[in-house]
């Protein structure tokens, strides 16, 4: 039988800490840190779980799941107290489901529409206050001068290929090895990166090209 529980015990189980997971996605923060800018990647948690937003080239959602503080391909730096939430874990995965229909991966854009946007605009619908504003600081600065950037900052993406894509309403499946995976099994694996040596030549890619041009920019 299961225990009975008071409101206030309900209440308990519902409400989780809210954090900004901030990750490095160049070696150049760690001078440029104490400046107040940086190149930076983030994800939402809560409930144990964390999600962040990513670029690749389909008109659907490019928001994905990863374990905390654990995201493919970045170097993880800190993780920010953003307040709490009263939201039982499902209820906050169908509130991160219902905004991914906002941020499609072919819609990702490094100086307008970044992974950073997705975590402010979560944080500001949930608590009413913004993220820190030294993580998306460079965007903002960007966003004044974008006719003054280089192309290839203005279009590089931070890209995050699915091998399925996104949070998905349950009409997409993942792959592998032939065989395709049941609804429950997707429903848990929301997205998994592929971390092979592509994407570890185009994050070396973003890192180099781009920088030169930002150095030179700050």
């Not at 800490?17 to 107040?36: E, H, K, R, S």
């Amino acid at each position: 039988m299961r225990p009975i529980t008071s409101d206030s015990d309900s209440s308990s189980i519902s409400r989780a800490q809210l954090y900004l997971n901030v990750y490095d996605l160049t070696p150049l923060n760690n001078y440029m840190y104490w400046f107040g800018v940086g190149i930076f990647h983030s994800g939402i948690e809560a409930h144990g779980v964390e999600y962040a937003f990513g670029a690749h080239d389909y008109p659907s959602s490019g928001v994905f799941e990863v374990e905390p503080k654990s995201c493919p391909g970045f170097i993880f730096r800190r993780s920010v107290s953003l307040g709490t939430v009263n939201m039982s874990p499902l209820e906050f995965r169908q509130f991160v489901e219902h905004m991914a229909g906002s941020y499609n991966g072919d819609s990702y854009h490094l100086i307008a529409k970044n992974c950073n946007h997705f975590t402010d605009d979560i944080c500001r619908r949930l608590t009413g206050k913004s993220i820190p504003g030294w993580v998306n600081r460079l965007a903002r600065i960007g966003s004044f001068c974008n006719c003054l950037l280089p192309e290839s900052i203005q279009v590089t993406a931070v890209r995050h290929t699915p091998e399925y894509q996104g949070l998905s309403d349950g009409s997409e499946s993942r792959s592998t090895e032939g065989e395709i995976e049941s609804d429950g099994e997707q429903d848990h694996h929301l997205l998994i990166s592929s971390n092979g040596e592509a994407e570890s030549n185009e994050r070396e890619a973003l890192w180099e090209t781009p920088l030169k041009h930002i150095k030179e920019i700050l």
